[in-house]
């Protein structure tokens, strides 16, 4: 049996790809879904249909000082408000990472995945398909 297919979506310095790098280490199938760079809502669906969909949020003050920013970028605001609603109203997982270190993020979603995924997983599974 596959493990379950995980993607990764959220604004810029969230914590994506080091979240999809440690989850990828321990055994599960990563995407990281660049959704705030598209005018496509449903991308992250589209893209890989996902077992499981984790939102990583970080709040604009946050977002800049990852980045190395005296403010947050503009369009910040619009890649919330526009690109990514859609992905985070079917998160099945939604996270704030902007107090969270990326071992804490890590073990939020690891605890998650271990209980909810595994368990929709086997359901699924001993359902014969």
């Known amino acids: ?4 297919l995980i993607s990764i979506v959220g604004p810029c310095s969230a914590g994506k790809s080091e979240l999809a790098r440690r ?3 321990v055994g599960y199938r990563v995407k990281e879904v660049r ?6 809502p449903t991308l992250w669906r589209r893209f890989s249909s996902p077992d499981c969909l984790i939102y990583l949020d970080v709040d ?3 977002a800049a000082q990852r980045e190395g ?3 947050p970028s503009s369009w ?3 890649e919330r408000e526009v690109r990514l609603v859609h992905a985070r109203e079917h998160a099945d997982l939604y996270i704030d990472t902007s107090a969270l270190t990326p ?16 368990e929709r997983n086997k359901k ?4 014969g398909h």
């Open 103 to 118: 071992a804490e993020i890590f073990e939020r979603a690891l605890e998650f995945l271990d209980t909810e995924v595994t």
């Open 35 to 40: 959704q705030e760079h598209s005018g496509i």
């Open 124 to 127: 699924f599974h001993h359902r």
């Open 1 to 4: 049996m596959d493990s379950p």
């Open 69 to 71: 920013l005296e403010k």
């Open 76 to 78: 910040w605001v619009e």
């Open 23 to 25: 989850l990828r280490a």
């Open 60 to 62: 604009l003050q946050s």
